[in-house]
């Protein structure tokens, strides 16, 4: 999880390819789809919006919750909760931040500690850690990707979130690929303009060059 000032489409994009496209390469896994909220930091115009952007040039899918319908994305929402009553409830009463920085340090110990540490009983879980879930699943995703098969995100770690927070930590509606709902419609990819300058930033990220090839800049584990 990384801690923004602000919030939109920019930030969205560079979240997912600092802190989670990295976690998924790492482990040889093939991210395909992401679900998000309709907030408009992740929903646009393919034409105009770096977050929609960002998505195609990587190939990967983008599915929307439903709307007035938060269930949908309920393992993300069940995060927020937690991690403001067990972390940013707590930190807050405890010490006084006076960088971002200084909060990113504390938010990455305590993610590390959500995710390797802390047993979980929620869906798929079963008392496992996040992480024990994601590894014990991760072989039928490669199973999946060597037939060339689309893999379930449901079965890749369930409570970990690789969302966007503010710097509050309770503004932040995440993305995350790990809940997909099969009743919803991915968006359907159009042909960008690369010549419109507000692809400009969101093709910073991804490294795209003259020939628009992405390579993404985040290769170093986050």
């Avoid at 960088?99 to 990455?108: A, G, H, K, N």
């Avoid at 305590?110 to 024990?132: I, V």
């Avoid at 507000?198 to 390579?215: M, T």
């Amino acid at each position: 999880m990384k801690l923004y000032t602000q919030r939109n489409s920019l930030v969205a994009a560079d979240a997912l390819n600092d802190r989670v496209l990295p976690f998924f390469e790492e482990h040889g896994v093939k991210l395909q789809r992401v679900l998000t909220d309709r907030g408009s930091e992740y929903c646009g115009s393919l034409q105009t919006h770096s977050f929609e952007l960002y998505l195609a040039v990587e190939d990967i899918e983008h599915t929307k919750t439903r709307a007035y319908r938060p269930q949908t994305n309920g393992i993300c929402e069940r995060f927020h909760k937690t991690l403001k009553e067990e972390f940013y409830d707590v930190a807050f009463r405890r010490k006084l931040y006076h960088t971002l920085d200084e909060l990113q340090t504390d938010v990455d110990a305590w993610m590390s500690y959500y995710n390797t540490q802390r047993p979980h009983s929620g869906r798929y879980c079963f008392g496992k850690t996040p992480m024990h879930t994601f590894l014990d699943a991760k072989h039928i995703a490669l199973d999946k990707q060597a037939i060339g098969e689309e893999p379930a995100l449901g079965m890749f770690l369930p409570t970990w979130s690789g969302e966007i927070e503010s710097a509050d930590g309770l503004a932040g509606q995440g993305s995350s690929a790990t809940s997909f709902d099969p009743r919803e419609l991915p968006l359907t990819g159009q042909a960008a303009d690369y010549t419109r300058p507000e692809h400009a930033a969101a093709l910073a990220i991804v490294g795209v060059s003259d020939n628009v090839h992405a390579q993404p800049i985040g290769q170093s584990q986050s």
